[in-house]
């Protein structure tokens, strides 16, 4: 059985919809940032970078929310949530996913975390202050560029579309107005109308 | 044919040392960063992001390279790159990957790009001084949790090791002495030792 390492309100929330999605059988374990569990001795057992989320396998752990998703997709095939047998297809899921994680959510990251790359607190304000124009501009590739509609790869429905989902809910924090980039916007809506989507967010809020 | 639009010097080079691993046959095409190439016209038509690097295919543009060397993996299946069989072990190359992607490649970022997330030269002055902290934490993860040896995920030389290599270029640069992690500096050393490789390297540098 899968076990999901958890924070309301993070990137966790991608996984935890695919784990919904693929009707895996599965459990969550609730961090809380609040007590900083993320740096605790069992926790960076599990983990040795202190970060949300990690996923537990009857193989190992794994983190980093691109390989999980991948993974509960390849472990899930009738889902057709990726398409493993078709190389460009499944390149063009995964470079959207690395695209989120490593440009999109990492600026979004220097709205509160700004201590990872910097040590003065007027640097901080200083990249707050950027992040409705950094986060915006990659919104405006994905409107623009990248959102294929009515999911982000087009018509089937992939692993792609949780992960657009969950950064989503923190354009209004970011400082954007989603309106500003409709497509984006609808998607978001459609998500949360889905039962997966509902049961995992109900959990992590309960 | 594939073909590769690369700067020297940038993560272009993981997928360059792939191609010629795999023993593909692929061009490449060389973007200018002193005269700002990757912003013109002509290439935000090939990428919107204006980033490097780009893998043009028959089937369309890829672009984020984990997506890319996945995908050079799994189109020269008989090089054995990665895993695609096995899900979990796929994912721990994917995990790594993508840590290189999100986590080490970002902090790295933070000492030539500045204002990608800030707007002040006193911000940027202070990223740049927490860039052997940053890095260097990241590098003491792959270190002490990560690298397996001789190869980043075991015995197996997989699309991690191009990775990794190519940001170890960057050691120096980034103000950390490679002897403080002498696995990843054993590995950069047994990497600059390929024929594949040097191949690239003197490619991109001729």
């Known amino acids: 059985m899968l076990k999901l390492y958890y924070t309301a309100g993070t990137c966790a929330l991608a996984s935890h919809i695919t784990l919904e999605e693929v009707g895996a059988d599965y459990s969550t374990?609730?961090?809380?940032?609040?007590?900083?569990?993320?740096?605790?001795?069992?926790?960076?057992?599990?983990?040795?970078?202190?970060?949300?989320?990690?996923?537990?396998?009857?193989?190992?752990?794994?983190?980093?929310?691109?390989?999980?998703?991948?993974?509960?997709?390849?472990c899930y095939p009738q889902a057709k949530l990726a398409p493993f047998d078709d190389a460009f297809a499944f390149a063009e899921v995964q470079s959207f996913n690395s695209f989120i994680c490593s440009s999109l959510h990492v600026a979004h990251a220097h709205r509160m975390r700004g201590h990872r790359w910097a040590y003065e607190e007027s640097s901080f304000r200083d990249m707050q202050r950027k992040v409705p124009e950094s986060v915006g501009s990659h919104y405006r590739l994905i409107e623009e560029h990248m959102f294929r509609g009515p999911w982000v790869m087009g018509d089937s429905y992939t692993i792609c579309d949780p992960y657009l989902f969950t950064l989503a809910q923190w354009m209004e924090g970011d400082g954007l107005d989603p309106s500003d980039f409709p497509k984006v916007k609808d998607h978001r809506q459609r998500m949360s109308e889905r039962a997966t989507v509902q049961r995992a967010i109900a959990e992590e809020t309960r």
């Open 29 to 74: 374990v609730r961090i809380s940032f609040d007590a900083n569990q993320q740096n605790s001795p069992e926790y960076l057992a599990i983990n040795p970078k202190g970060r949300i989320p990690s996923l537990v396998t009857d193989r190992g752990i794994l983190t980093e929310t691109p390989a999980m998703l991948a993974y509960i997709a390849q």
